[in-house]
């Protein structure tokens, strides 16, 4: 009987590791975009340096959907734009009568706002886009947040003035390729691998509309969720000159139900192996400890979180 009780305890031993790990989704975007390649990049190193882990880059619509997935209470983390977040926590806009109990875990790397055309299709400004066939983001992005915001800021009528389609970047890219769209909305990280695509495509010269000039209306009347900001002429092949767009922070969220100790040793893990993930995407560059500030967020942050950044010497409280 001692015998059946040593060889039960040593089978129950061997499977422990196995009992206890811990599986992650790291909710992302499209693959056209940034939150993709980088989404897997946090999944890889979590798998490899949290003891337990393990962890998968999910394909998704964007922010939208993303916050819906942490919002299902299934152990998800997630890309978000700022805005987006601040509207899935006050249960407003595309969440409307459903708060999501979101937190952040971190403040990751600006998201510039992408308004793109071609030579050719008579869009050189937002004004110019009545009356065009223009793409606004995939349903489930905050692209589709933001570019509707600017559309209004405008003074535009995102259903009346123009003939609007839904697709995230890629697709929009191949759509502006195929003469089935005049302009796309597209807010990402730079590069963003589809525009490059769509700027190197022989025959073909990239316009990037500026639209700056609208933040403040933004901000007005949506809170202080938005920056005047540029994309360096080198950013792109074809540029004439920087374009002056719109920025919006992004940032990582959890539900507000994930344990101290999985949030801390996410945000550490993050940190500490940030060159690894700047070899993915160099928008891991602005992974900076100087950015997780008070105001930074305009979430709540993680408890978790909060213990990582006091450590080193960061007072989010």
């Known amino acids: 009987m001692k015998r059946i009780t040593f060889i039960v305890s040593l089978f129950l031993a061997a499977f ?4 206890s790990a811990q599986n992650l989704s790291v909710a992302t975007g499209g693959t056209g975009g940034v939150y993709y390649p980088m989404g897997g990049g946090i999944a890889a190193v979590l798998s490899k340096f949290v003891p337990g882990m393990q962890a998968t880059a999910e394909v998704t619509g964007g922010s939208v959907d993303n916050l819906k997935l942490v919002g299902s209470g299934k152990p998800y983390i997630g890309f978000s734009m700022a805005d987006a977040a601040l509207d899935a926590y006050k249960g407003e806009d595309k969440f ?3 708060k999501v109990a979101v937190k952040t875990l971190m403040v990751l790397y600006p998201n510039r706002m992408h308004v793109v055309s071609v030579e050719g299709r008579g869009v050189a400004r937002l004004a110019d886009l009545k009356g065009k066939r223009v793409s606004t983001g995939s349903p489930g992005s905050a692209t589709e947040v933001m570019a509707f915001r600017i559309i209004e800021a405008a003074g535009l009528d995102k259903d009346k003035d123009m ?3 839904r697709l995230g970047v890629a697709e929009s890219v191949n759509a502006i390729k195929d003469g089935k769209i005049d302009a ?3 807010v990402g ?3 963003t691998a589809a525009v490059t695509d769509l700027a190197n495509t022989p025959n073909t010269k990239i316009v990037m509309i500026d639209h700056a000039e609208v933040v403040p209306a933004m901000n007005k009347k949506y809170g202080p969720l938005y ?3 540029t994309i360096p002429m080198a950013t792109y092949k074809g540029m004439p000159h920087d374009n002056k767009q719109a920025t919006v922070m992004n940032i990582l969220v959890a539900h507000e139900s994930m344990d101290d100790k999985t949030a801390y ?3 550490k893990t993050i940190f500490d192996k940030r060159d690894d993930l700047i070899a993915v995407h160099k928008e891991a560059a602005n992974f900076k400890l100087e950015n997780q500030k008070p105001g930074a967020t305009p979430i709540p942050w993680h408890p978790g ?4 950044f006091a450590e080193k010497g960061i007072k989010l409280n």
Request: aromatic share 16%; hydrophobic share 50%; proline share 8%.
């Open 265 to 267: 040793a996410i945000v």
């Open 227 to 229: 920056v005047e900001d």
């Open 184 to 186: 796309f909305f597209w």
């Open 96 to 98: 409307k009568g459903g």
């Open 163 to 165: 003939k609007r389609e």
């Open 305 to 308: 979180a909060v213990r990582y």
């Open 16 to 19: 422990a590791p196995l009992a």
């Open 189 to 191: 990280g730079l590069p």
